[in-house]
């Protein structure tokens, strides 16, 4: 809380230096003390002492003097005034003095201290600077936390309302504090959110969009075994293979949705040699691209013992080298390799299909996008987006590249334990 914390302290540093600055202004004003005042009537006492010995020493000529040139110095109010014969028989008043001198009776006087507010007042004034101090350094610290907070409110209330497009982070950019960087957060936060509700928008769209379809052809197979009940086989067949479409398209809906749920969950792992799961999917792999004369990379050499959760990245393993074999051209094939490096194990997958465009190359990897120029056989665009999430939910990335020689390549980069980026 560096930025915040210095501000704080500043705020409360001048409300503390005004505090000590009024004292002292207070203090200068009013009588603060009984020690100031006798100080003043010492000066006092002083002028009369001195105008008196003048007086009795020199005469009064030199006492008048000496009144004049004290008064030009520190103006007291000092005064020498001639009184008749018999007016030295009184006392005096605190700020006079009678001297009977031989030129006759003089009295010697002093203006009093100038009247100030009783000392009794002072430490209510001292309270009322510190009071006054000590609110104003409140409110700019409210002023300077509420604010922020109350955009932040704001902010959190319009996205419990669903508008994730709210964003606060230029209007505190200014801050250049810990506040700053929590509207920063919060900004991101919402672009996620409004990303996800984007996501979960479209896939609501696509996965009603691919069901429309099978669900049509399995009424209009019940709509044809009403007037023809003779093509029973027939219709029923169809029926079979909508059905076990829908089956796959559920599934891996599931796949995709369980994967998206279990960011943060934590992986089942065990100790898989992945080389030889990747070999063993390669095997199942060429076999089913035999029927189009389509060979693919077997037995790869060497061992890649890494901490996984089989499921997942046998699924992603195989949803690539099937999405190239399918995509491939008939007579050509698919080129698997493998290279070690640091601790991760990278696997590409080339095909020489009709590849995509560059556009696409981001693109093929979100859910039901199969590519703008590919052509459609079968699937329903999943598999690859299923590949990428459950990679990197090991830490790991998945990347498409356009080789040189056309085609497509899937880079797949998995480390030897779960969450170790590279």
């Known amino acids: 809380m560096r930025g915040l914390f210095l501000k704080s302290l500043v705020v409360i540093a001048v409300s503390v230096i005004g ?73 005096g008043g605190p700020y006079e003095r009678l001297v009977d001198s031989a030129g006759g009776c003089y009295r010697l006087s002093t203006e009093p201290p100038a009247p100030f507010v009783s000392y009794r007042f002072a430490p209510i004034m001292l309270g009322l600077a510190v009071l006054a101090s000590t609110v104003l350094a409140a409110a700019l610290l ?72 099978p669900l049509s052809r399995l009424q209009a197979a019940t709509g044809i075994l009403r007037k023809s009940p003779a093509r029973l086989d027939t219709m029923l067949d169809r029926m079979d293979r909508e059905v076990e479409r829908l089956d796959e398209l559920v599934g891996e809906v599931l796949t995709l949705a369980r994967l998206s749920e279990r960011v943060d969950a934590p992986l089942q792992t065990q100790v898989l040699d992945l080389i030889d799961l990747l070999n063993a999917i390669l095997a199942d792999a060429a076999f089913e691209a035999a029927e189009r004369r389509v060979t693919v990379t077997t037995d790869l050499q060497g061992s890649f013992l890494a901490e996984v959760e089989g499921e997942l990245v046998y699924r992603a393993l195989e949803n690539v080298i099937r999405n190239a074999v399918k995509h491939t051209a008939q007579g050509t094939s698919v080129t698997v390799e493998c290279a070690e490096a640091g601790g991760r194990l990278s696997i590409s997958v080339t095909d020489e299909g009709p590849g995509v465009r560059p556009d696409d190359l981001e693109t093929i990897f979100h859910p039901f996008a199969r590519g703008s120029g590919a052509p459609q056989r079968g699937g329903y665009g999943l598999g690859l987006a299923i590949a990428r999430r459950a990679i990197e939910h090991h830490g790991g990335r998945v990347r498409a590249e356009l080789p040189p020689s056309g085609g497509l390549r899937v880079v797949l980069d998995l480390p030897q334990q779960p969450g170790k980026a590279g």
Do not use: W, Y
Request: hydrophobic residues 45%; contains cysteine; charged residues 30%.
């Open 19 to 91: 505090s000590i600055v009024g004292m002292i202004l207070i203090l200068n004003a009013f009588e603060a003390s009984p020690v100031l005042l006798k100080l003043e009537e010492d000066r006092r006492q002083v002028a009369l002492d001195l105008t008196e010995a003048v007086l009795t020493g020199e005469g009064p000529e030199a006492a008048m003097r000496f009144a004049e040139v004290s008064e030009r110095a520190r103006p007291l109010g000092l005064r020498l005034t001639l009184l008749g014969a018999g007016d030295c028989a009184g006392a």
């Open 142 to 213: 409210a002023r300077n936390l509420v604010n922020p907070v109350i955009q932040l409110r704001d902010g959190l209330r319009a996205l419990a309302d669903g508008r994730f497009d709210v964003r606060i982070a230029a209007a505190l950019a200014h801050r250049k504090d810990e506040i700053s960087t929590l509207a920063g957060d919060f900004d991101r936060t919402a672009v996620r959110l409004e990303e996800h509700h984007e996501a979960q928008r479209r896939l609501f769209h696509d996965v009603s969009h691919e069901l429309r379809s």
